[in-house]
């Protein structure tokens, strides 16, 4: 069965640099979310969509945005890049408007460290 | 949000031992789901189980929401099922909220 893609796999930066996380999501899936985990930690919630509209929105800083685009895949962009973004940044989809079933699938994420 | 409390935070088994893994969450739950994560940072889903009980193999998860935990039953455990097993639940948000873990270690 297809699953959630992220690309890059793994990404290396500079401080102060930017960066772009792909992500697409499992084929019909209508929302995506983004998560961050940090080293030793759980993951947690950035933002998410829902139809190519921002549905929530968690701890994400200013400094990083996002979207979701006509085909559903989303991009998260990251700008001024801190040591403390070094992190592992997952991306799920699921079936937005399902109330009696919206389990979430995730994707195999991103390996984001900076330098 | 909701808290989501899992214990115990580390557990160490001798291989063929059964566990375990308890969740506690503080609100009404439409979506519960329970992870491993491996050695490569994947999160594998085990159960989607806002309540009820299932089985996959050597894997059994019951929810009993009125109650406000889940428990995650690992049988005949074995080296590869090392690793962090998280849950994680939501309520009326789009967001799932995890636990902190716990962090299986199987040893031969």
């Known amino acids: 069965a297809a699953g959630v893609i992220q690309s890059p796999r793994h990404l290396i930066k500079e401080k102060r640099e930017t960066a772009t996380l792909k992500c697409y999501p499992i084929?019909?899936?209508?929302?995506v979310y983004w998560y961050q985990q940090g080293p030793g930690q759980d993951p947690q919630f950035l933002i998410s969509?829902?139809?190519?509209?921002?549905?929530d929105k968690g701890s994400i800083p200013d400094r990083f945005s996002a979207q979701q685009f006509s085909d559903y895949h989303s991009e998260l962009n990251m700008s001024s890049l801190e040591l403390g973004d070094s992190a592992l940044y997952f991306c799920?989809?699921?079936?937005?408007?399902?109330?009696?079933?919206?389990?979430?699938?995730f994707g195999p994420g991103t390996r984001l460290t900076v330098l | 949000g909701i808290q989501v409390e899992q214990s115990p935070p580390d557990l160490i088994l001798q291989e063929g031992a059964n566990s375990t893994l308890r969740c506690n969450f503080s609100?009404?739950?439409?979506?519960l789901q329970w992870f491993h994560q491996n050695p490569w940072g994947q999160l594998i889903n085990l159960f989607y189980?806002?309540?009820g009980t299932k089985q996959n193999g050597r894997l059994s998860a019951t929810t009993v929401a009125t109650e406000r935990y889940s428990l995650l039953y690992i049988s005949s455990s074995q080296t590869t099922d090392s690793g962090v097993y998280f849950c994680a639940a939501k309520t009326g948000a789009n967001n799932l909220f995890f636990g902190t873990g716990t962090r299986l270690t199987v040893i031969p």
């Open positions: 609100d009404s739950v439409n979506n």
């Open positions: 084929p019909r899936h209508d929302t």
């Open positions: 969509f829902y139809e190519k509209m921002q549905s």
């Open positions: 189980i806002p309540s």
């Open positions: 799920a989809s699921s079936l937005g408007l399902a109330v009696t079933y919206n389990e979430q699938f």
